[in-house]
């Protein structure tokens, strides 16, 4: 063989020992990153079992709010999955699901009241079923609890469930339930919120799910349907569902003897009506009342707007009213306030027509009014400056008399 086909074969060879060795200590994998919960799983926090019920066949159907329940509800033998709080329901609504459950329905809902609770408000679904819930009470403070030094932990009797359940939920102490069903030899565990339990003693149960701290799931007989109550939805969550065997113990939980697939109609939110709807339903007396001083005040505050009234223009007053007034202050002897207006006066036109001459001292500007008046600088002096000149008549008609003919020649 020749040198160059000596080098082609090392090469091919050492090209297959290479991939050989690679694909001996490397395998592919796939890793999966959490990137958080989609929109749609935000707005429905039941979205993972909605897709289990569809892929199991079920026919499901969301409905926003418990308005669409005064329509046609599903046939006889389906299911009405109603998690959320029923403060918006009401109780011709109520009243209304029991009918439908009477005849043949399955109605499947959570407690959210307590029976003790002095501001418990009525529920209309479950008081006429009998069906009471109740807060386990907290474990009694023993001797070793008081020896405890403040802010040490103390550990709290409960169960540990899985990782994802505690992240969801943290602080939440759960009751693990191992259930057994029929035709099956493997039991099932299911997580439950250990600080609530329910009871019904006056009607008999087809079903119950006990941990415990007491029931955590009743199956009560009304007419020819069945309500199924549980104390929390933690095991359809989102969160939940795919931990321990919580999605087959709600499958098994929603399947009834003789049915196969069925039409279910889940309630993911409860949406509250708008502000308009609330008012108009509740506020009725309030917004009458409302109207009425909305147009008390629109009527008392409406003679007070149009148009600005212009103002008067000013009216300079006759010379028979500066006369009257002048006698009126003669006749009270007050002639001392008609020399100091004849003296302001003056100064004005002084300040008007010859401002220089307020620059002057007071024995020279004496001299020009006198020189401009005709009149003797003692007379000037005197009009100008004498306190005593309306001590008489006859000075102070010579007074007023100097003071405006030397106003009149400035």
């Known amino acids: 063989m020749t040198r160059q086909r000596w080098t082609w074969v090392v090469a091919g060879v050492s090209l297959a020992v290479t991939t050989g060795i690679f694909f001996t200590c490397f395998e592919r ?43 046609a509800l599903p046939e006889v033998g389906a299911t009405i999955f109603y998690p959320a709080n029923r403060v918006t329901l009401g109780e011709q609504r109520s009243l209304r699901l029991l009918d439908w459950v009477e005849a043949g329905g399955h109605l499947w809902v959570t407690t959210w009241t307590l029976w003790e609770d002095e501001d418990r408000r009525p529920d209309f679904l479950l008081d006429p079923l009998g069906v009471r819930q109740f807060m386990t009470p907290e474990p009694e403070e023993t001797e070793e609890s008081k020896d405890t030094e403040e802010g040490e932990e103390v550990e709290v009797d409960g ?23 029929t035709q099956q030899k493997q039991p099932l565990t299911v997580y439950f919120d250990r600080n609530f339990w329910i009871e019904a003693p006056e009607v008999e149960l087809l079903a119950e799910i006990r941990g415990q701290t007491g029931a955590h799931l009743v199956r ?37 003897k003789d049915l196969g697939p069925q039409k279910v109609w889940l309630l ?31 009527w008392r505050a409406g003679r007070r707007f149009g148009p600005l009234i212009s103002e008067k223009p000013p009216v300079s007053r006759s010379l ?66 004498a306190e005593d000149v309306a001590s008489s008549r006859a000075a102070f008609t010579q007074t007023i008399a100097t003071l405006e003919r030397i106003r009149h020649t400035l």
């Open 29 to 71: 994998r796939t890793e999966s990153e959490y990137r958080g919960a989609s929109l749609e799983a935000q707005s429905n926090p039941y979205l993972a079992w909605q897709l289990l019920l569809e892929r199991m066949g079920h026919e499901v159907e969301i409905f926003d709010g418990p308005a669409e329940l005064s329509g």
């Open 159 to 181: 169960v540990t469930a899985p990782d994802p359940m505690e992240n969801a939920w943290p602080g939440v102490q759960w009751d693990e339930v191992e259930l057994t069903f």
């Open 220 to 256: 009560i007989a009304h007419g020819l349907g069945v309500v199924t109550v549980v104390t929390d939805d933690y095991m359809m969550r989102n969160d939940g569902l795919g931990n321990a065997d919580h999605a087959e113990v709600a499958l098994r939980l929603l399947l009834r």
């Open 268 to 298: 993911p939110v409860e949406n509250w009506p708008g502000f308009l709807g609330l008012v108009r339903q509740h506020g009725r007396a309030a917004l009458v009342a409302g109207a009425f001083w909305l147009l008390a005040w629109a």
């Open 320 to 385: 028979l009213e500066h006369v009257e007034a002048a006698g009126h202050l003669l006749a009270r002897g007050r002639r001392g306030v008609l020399v100091g207006s004849a003296r302001d006066a003056l100064s004005d036109e002084l300040r008007a027509r010859r401002p220089g001459w307020l620059q002057m001292r007071p024995d020279e500007l004496t001299q020009h009014l006198a020189s401009s008046a005709a009149l003797p600088p003692a007379a000037v002096t005197e009009a100008l400056l």
